[in-house]
């Protein structure tokens, strides 16, 4: 069974700063997707970026980019320029991509606080 | 844009009670789920429904959990006999295909079993 570990419980970063969240996982499969949601006050899940396992490239969404080594089961968030509207529950999550439809296997969160 | 919406936003029972959450997925997605969040702890996955049957649930997902899809719109998750545990953030989340297509979640349902 997949695994995903998340080994910082909280982080803080002051405004316009940069953090970075801490994301390791573990699976026998070659073929599978990771993402990062954000989950405000609200508890809504909402989507901040994915990366597929085949694609070498790190994926980039504005402010947020992630550092994705393959070989050491590592995938990293990079919150650039940090706002106030960035402080959330982060969660890392890792999906199969052997079968169409298969669940999301989630860390078990980072609590980021940003500082103004 | 097209959202998954829930309802109730907020249900409170008692134990042993049976209740229906309701979910709305986004109209042109095939694939559909359930997860739980227990306050303070991470998201678990509960069961997928995929072409009118379960196609993969969890060990959470005992026999007192069920979903129905009753009207080509509605996406429902009924528990039958609420424990004290089962209080938690209910969300549902759809997805257009397979592959890399992302997971759209609701708002979610908190649930509170008194």
């Known amino acids: 069974a997949q695994t995903v570990t998340q080994s910082q419980p909280e982080m803080s970063v002051q405004e316009a700063e940069t953090v970075t969240l801490s994301c390791t996982y573990d699976?026998?499969?070659?073929?599978?997707?990771l993402f990062w949601y954000k989950q405000p006050p609200s508890r809504q899940m909402i989507l901040v970026i994915r990366?597929?396992?085949?694609?070498?490239q790190n994926a980039t969404e504005n402010r947020f980019s992630v550092n994705f080594q393959k070989a050491a089961k590592s995938f990293s968030l990079k919150i650039s320029d940090s706002q106030l509207g960035d402080a959330a529950m982060y969660f890392c999550?890792?999906?199969?991509?052997?079968?169409?439809?298969?669940?999301?296997?989630f860390g078990e969160g980072t609590q980021l606080t940003v500082n103004p | 844009e097209p959202e998954v919406t829930q309802t109730p936003s907020h249900q409170v029972t008692q134990m042993g009670q049976e209740v229906i959450l309701r979910c709305v997925p986004i109209?042109?997605?095939?694939?559909f789920y359930w997860y739980r969040q227990i306050l303070g702890q991470k998201v678990e996955f509960l069961v997928s429904?995929?072409?009118?049957?379960?196609?993969?649930k969890s060990e959470i997902f005992d026999d007192q959990f069920s979903v129905e899809r009753p009207d080509g719109s509605n996406f429902t998750l009924k528990i039958r006999s609420t424990k004290l545990e089962d209080s938690a953030m209910y969300f549902c989340?759809?997805?257009?295909?397979?592959?890399?297509?992302?997971?759209?979640f609701g708002p979610g349902t908190r649930l509170t079993v008194l």
């Open positions: 990366q597929e396992a085949y694609k070498q």
């Open positions: 999550a890792y999906r199969s991509g052997e079968t169409s439809g298969s669940r999301l296997t």
């Open positions: 699976t026998s499969e070659s073929d599978y997707y």
């Open positions: 989340a759809s997805q257009k295909m397979g592959g890399s297509n992302e997971q759209f």
């Open positions: 109209s042109n997605h095939l694939y």
């Open positions: 429904f995929y072409n009118n049957e379960i196609s993969e």
